[in-house]
């Protein structure tokens, strides 16, 4: 098995001098984020990684994303290593459905995340934030990525299925990390022989596969049939065109994707931001101002047009470490795309994370600098030079809930406590679908 990179050859393909690198056949040796952003440095927005006698393109040049995601966004799917990577666990909902089937699950969900809705869950969110909080003690050192993920768990199956499974968040944590970690060796490892040959690897993931279904389906099985005006009331009582429910392996495959996609995100978002502030005391210490107009009062949706600064450090640690690397589409019929030629079923990776960090779109992209977001500033911002929850008709359903969710979190933690990272802690970001931090993040609690 060997590797290399070479810019996009055109239509009539010359030769070339390939890279040679040699990869285990379980996962690959190195930063996955450093290789993309190695290469992207000596081959341009336009390059192609070939796996023997594979080939994946690679494309971080705004205009062409914007054609790809917008323009024609018809002749696309998501790319099929996608579905073999992840498909198992989430089915065929929202993340992976496409065409006529996509487009009549996106309509049912979409109801549930218009924005006086999820206002209404705002309160919620706050609530389990100070609950988590009773809990901390100044001078102790916490994993403020368990802790997150933990809350944001338990935020999005109350709001979004009126369920509460805080007591089950640290086993629906680990059965979480099994199961995308394994999905990313999919994406990494490219024979499917392998996953044969390293069965006691494949066992662990079947079993957290099997352990999450049976919590799941317990989530549909409490909740009812009563209306009680949540997503999964939404999903119970649609109906097709010819008056039938959805499946049951239906309404589970979009409550799983939803359940994954809805608090692993905005967790890791989160750690993000406590990160940076930790990085950053002047711009911790500019936010903490602004958090001064509450007075002590916990934040409410209300109150976030009156914080500003508050959503400008969220969309640049959103920058930094967008929710995920990038987006995989695939042509449904042979196309010209950047003047060259792709056939049906190509792979191409969109990565929103070259684009963050690409000097052209945003000047010291290394630097963390939350005005870049001011009004002036991010007016000037290129157009889709800025993707954190993708674009086109497939944009992020839950853009605007985690937004506030985040918002709101980080915003009453920063009323109680300062965060800063631990000593000695080196902190490394991880790839696993989403962009988190390897190993967790070590922080100490800090009375202001």
């Given at each position: 098995?060997?590797?290399?990179?070479?810019?996009?050859?055109?239509?009539?393909?010359?030769?070339?001098?390939?890279?040679?690198?040699?990869?285990?056949?379980?996962?690959?040796?190195?930063?996955?984020?450093?290789?993309?952003?190695?290469?992207?440095?000596?081959?341009?927005?336009f390059?192609?990684?070939?796996?023997?006698?594979?080939?994946?393109?690679?494309?971080?040049?705004?205009?062409?994303?914007?054609?790809?995601?917008?323009?024609?966004?018809?002749?696309?799917?998501?790319?099929?290593?996608?579905?073999?990577?992840?498909?198992?666990?989430?089915?065929?909902?929202?993340?992976?459905?496409?065409?006529?089937?996509?487009?009549?699950?996106?309509?049912?969900?979409?109801?549930?995340?218009?924005?006086?809705?999820?206002?209404?869950?705002?309160?919620?969110?706050?609530?389990?934030?100070?609950?988590?909080l009773?809990?901390?003690?100044?001078?102790?050192?916490?994993?403020?990525?368990?802790?997150?993920m933990?809350?944001?768990?338990?935020?999005?199956?109350?709001?979004?299925?009126?369920?509460?499974?805080?007591?089950?968040?640290?086993?629906?944590?680990?059965?979480?990390?099994?199961?995308?970690?394994?999905?990313?060796?999919?994406l990494?490892?490219?024979h499917?022989?392998?996953?044969?040959?390293?069965?006691?690897?494949?066992?662990?993931?079947?079993?957290?596969?099997?352990?999450?279904?049976?919590?799941?389906?317990?989530?549909?099985?409490?909740?009812?049939?009563?209306?009680?005006?949540?997503?999964?009331?939404?999903?119970?009582?649609a109906?097709?065109?010819?008056?039938?429910?959805?499946?049951?392996?239906?309404?589970?495959?979009?409550?799983?994707?939803?359940?994954?996609?809805?608090?692993?995100?905005?967790?890791?978002?989160?750690?993000?931001v406590?990160?940076?502030?930790?990085?950053?005391?002047?711009v911790?210490?500019?936010?903490?101002?602004?958090?001064?107009?509450?007075?002590?009062?916990?934040?409410?949706?209300?109150?976030?047009?009156?914080?500003?600064?508050?959503?400008?450090?969220?969309?640049?640690?959103?920058?930094?470490?967008?929710?995920?690397?990038?987006?995989?589409?695939?042509?449904?019929?042979?196309?010209?795309?950047?003047?060259?030629?792709?056939?049906?079923?190509?792979?191409?990776?969109?990565?929103?994370?070259?684009?963050?960090?690409?000097?052209?779109?945003?000047?010291?992209?290394?630097?963390?600098?939350?005005?870049?977001?001011?009004?002036?500033r991010?007016?000037?911002?290129?157009?889709?030079?800025?993707?954190?929850?993708?674009?086109?008709?497939?944009?992020?359903?839950?853009?605007?809930?985690?937004?506030?969710?985040?918002?709101?979190?980080?915003?009453?933690?920063?009323?109680?406590?300062?965060?800063?990272?631990?000593?000695?802690?080196?902190?490394?970001?991880?790839?696993?679908?989403?962009?988190?931090?390897?190993?967790?993040?070590?922080?100490?609690?800090?009375?202001?």
């Open positions: 098995m060997q590797i290399s990179s070479t810019k996009v050859p055109g239509p009539v393909v010359p030769s070339f001098t390939r890279v040679i690198t040699a990869l285990s056949p379980v996962r690959l040796p190195f930063d996955s984020l450093k290789y993309t952003y190695d290469n992207a440095n000596i081959y341009g927005k390059y192609a990684i070939y796996f023997d006698n594979q080939v994946t393109y690679v494309i971080s040049d705004r205009k062409l994303v914007y054609e790809i995601l917008v323009e024609r966004h018809a002749e696309f799917h998501k790319a099929q290593i996608l579905r073999d990577s992840i498909g198992e666990l989430v089915g065929n909902g929202l993340l992976t459905s496409e065409d006529s089937f996509w487009r009549r699950q996106r309509k049912l969900a979409q109801p549930a995340f218009h924005f006086q809705r999820i206002a209404a869950y705002g309160e919620t969110m706050v609530a389990q934030t100070q609950d988590m009773r809990e901390w003690q100044a001078g102790e050192t916490r994993d403020i990525a368990h802790d997150m933990a809350l944001t768990l338990g935020i999005v199956n109350k709001t979004l299925f009126n369920i509460d499974v805080r007591n089950q968040a640290k086993h629906i944590g680990e059965l979480t990390y099994i199961l995308l970690e394994s999905a990313n060796d999919r990494n490892s490219y499917p022989i392998w996953e044969r040959m390293f069965k006691t690897r494949r066992r662990r993931e079947e079993k957290a596969m099997h352990e999450l279904f049976a919590i799941i389906d317990n989530i549909i099985t409490q909740h009812g049939n009563e209306d009680k005006g949540d997503l999964l009331s939404m999903l119970l009582a109906r097709d065109d010819e008056g039938n429910p959805m499946s049951a392996k239906q309404l589970r495959d979009e409550v799983m994707t939803l359940f994954v996609a809805g608090h692993e995100t905005t967790a890791n978002a989160l750690d993000w406590f990160y940076f502030l930790a990085q950053n005391p002047e911790e210490a500019k936010l903490l101002r602004e958090i001064e107009i509450l007075n002590g009062k916990p934040p409410a949706v209300h109150d976030l047009p009156n914080l500003p600064y508050s959503e400008m450090v969220l969309k640049e640690a959103l920058r930094l470490y967008p929710p995920a690397a990038g987006a995989t589409r695939q042509p449904i019929h042979d196309i010209e795309l950047g003047g060259y030629h792709f056939t049906k079923g190509s792979n191409i990776v969109i990565s929103t994370y070259l684009m963050h960090r690409n000097p052209e779109y945003f000047p010291d992209p290394l630097k963390f600098d939350p005005e870049r977001f001011s009004p002036a991010e007016a000037q911002i290129q157009k889709y030079a800025y993707l954190p929850f993708g674009g086109g008709p497939r944009v992020c359903i839950g853009n605007t809930f985690a937004m506030m969710e985040a918002r709101l979190i980080f915003i009453t933690i920063l009323q109680h406590y300062r965060l800063t990272l631990a000593t000695n802690q080196p902190v490394q970001a991880e790839q696993l679908f989403t962009i988190r931090p390897k190993g967790g993040l070590k922080m100490k609690v800090v009375k202001p």
